[in-house]
Structure formats: C-alpha cells, structure tokens
C-alpha cells in the first residue's frame, strides 16, 4: 500500500497567471513539464481552458498521448466562484451564467481532445456550492477546487453537500482539497501563507517537501490511513517569464516578485526535487478523475 496519494494539477493558461494573452508556458513550459513526468512515472490532470486548448490544440493531444488526464479549468480563466480576496477588474460571472459557461468550456475542451473531461478545477481555486452543483449535473466525476487554506474544513477527498461544497454530503462528484500547512501561525487576512503554491521554487524544494511530511502527520493523526496531497503547478512556471512590466498595449502588468521568481529552469530542476522526495516517501501517483472519497 501507498503511504500517501499525490495528484498533481496542471492549470493549461495564459502565462502569469492569465494576466497576459500569452502562451509561452504550454508551448516552450509544457514539453519540459512532459520530460519530467515522463521520467519520474507521474501521470497529472491538465486543466485545460477552453481558450487553451483552442489555441494550443497540438498540445492538448500530446499531453493526452503521453497519458494524462484532460480536464477543464473554465472557458476563459474568469472567475465562476465565490472569490476568496480582492483583486481589480475581476468580477465573477453571475450564478445564472455558471452552467452555460462551463458547459461550452466542457464541449470547445472536449472537442479539441477527443475526449470528454470528467475533472474540473476552478481557477484560483475559487470554487462554490453553484459549481460542484453544475459539475454534477454536467456528468463531471471530480472538482479539485477547494483551496484548505482558506476554508479548512475538508482535508481528504470527499462528496460535498449540495447545499454547502465545503462540507461533506451525498453528491456523487468527489471534491478533492488542495493541500496547505494547517498548523502554521498565518499572518494574513485570507490565510494565503498557509498555501503550497508557489514554495517549490520560491522556497525551494525541501521546504515544501517539508510542508508535505507535517501535512501528512496531521491528516493521519486525524484518522486518515492514506492521506491524499494535491498539487497545483502552471507551465508557465516552467519557461522563463518577464521580470519587469508586460506591455499589454493599453495598460503594463507588473507581477508581484514571488509570482514570476525561479520560472524556468530553476522551477523545472526544484520539481524535480520535489518529485524525487515524494517517491522515496512513497507517493503514488493519481489523476483528479482516479480519485475516490475516503
């Protein structure tokens, strides 16, 4: 037996966290991500936006060719959740308008794969009880949106309530948390320095791995024999990305350091790492759509 699972989330977007129109990440990143799985066995869920996959069909079908799951991030990275913090001109859609976007993000995804998606993620991790709600009635078995660092309430795969996604029901959909430190003393309002993202290559490997030992310690000491960890990386991450302003015509985007620090090859060699650490503690590596409540 395992002695933990470890699913690991690809979000298929824009780069610098979609805002740039760009896709340096899925076209120079994505062959470099592909390498490294191939090389340590790992078979990841690639949540494809439907813009994406539209745009980058030749590697929507590699990634599928080289055994990964296709799923779906949305149609165009907008927010479809309830969001967590403020951020500027990012407005979520209305919940009338929830089903029909996700629906044509599902049918533009499944269109260029040629197989339809059965595992969601929202983006930012933004999820809500009116998505998990559509991604049932869409046929959807998995959503690996749930952010625990900010809700921790569910720290193991689970079917949610319809009337609260945070808490445990009887959907038939698996909600799958994204793994965080529970213990740690945050300091900020949304608890965002609980999170895993982006510490592989920020703080560098063995401090996430780390993270992973404490989280594992802490679900088990709470009942769960197999804990499960779920990751979330971004191609881009693995291609360089610009350290000053993005021209974007009528406005420059400045990310903040952390976002756009170690991109490229020194994300690409921590995650080799950080891959190397998980095995030999025995991970074993599952899809979003592979995974079942515990």
């Not at 900010?150 to 079917?159: A, G, I, L, S, V």
């Not at 698996?174 to 003393?185: G, R």
């Amino acid at each position: 037996m395992a002695n933990f699972n470890v699913i690991f989330g690809v979000d298929m977007e824009t780069d610098v966290g979609s805002y740039t129109d760009r896709y340096t990440g899925i076209r120079e990143g994505m062959p470099k991500l592909l390498d490294l799985f191939a090389a340590h066995g790992v078979r990841a869920t690639c949540f494809w936006t439907a813009h994406a996959a539209v745009h980058n069909p030749d590697m929507v079908k590699r990634t599928a060719a080289a055994g990964h799951e296709i799923g779906c991030h949305s149609l165009e990275h907008e927010t479809l959740g309830d969001p967590l913090f403020p951020l500027p001109n990012n407005w979520p859609v209305r919940p009338y308008e929830v089903e029909a976007r996700i629906a044509e993000a599902t049918q533009l995804v499944e269109e260029t794969a040629g197989v339809r998606p059965a595992s969601f993620r929202c983006p930012r991790l933004w999820g809500s009880t009116t998505v998990v709600n559509v991604l049932e009635k869409l046929g959807y078995k998995a959503d690996a949106s749930l952010p625990l660092f900010f809700y921790r309430t569910m720290f193991r795969p689970y079917h949610p309530d319809p009337r609260d996604w945070t808490k445990e029901g009887d959907m038939k959909l698996v909600e799958i948390p994204n793994f965080c430190d529970p213990v740690m003393e945050s300091r900020d309002p949304w608890q965002r320095d609980r999170d895993q993202w982006p510490l592989f290559r920020t703080k560098g490997a063995e401090f996430l791995l780390d993270k992973v030992d404490g989280f594992v310690s802490w679900v088990r000491a709470r009942g769960v024999n197999t804990p499960t960890l779920c990751f979330y990386i971004h191609p881009w991450e693995f291609a360089p990305m610009p350290q000053g302003p993005i021209d974007l015509g009528e406005a420059e985007v400045l990310p903040k350091h952390f976002i756009v620090q170690n991109c490229g090859e020194i994300a690409l060699r921590e995650l080799d790492k950080v891959l190397t650490g998980l095995t030999a503690r025995g991970a074993a590596y599952r899809t979003a759509g592979e995974t079942e409540a515990e």
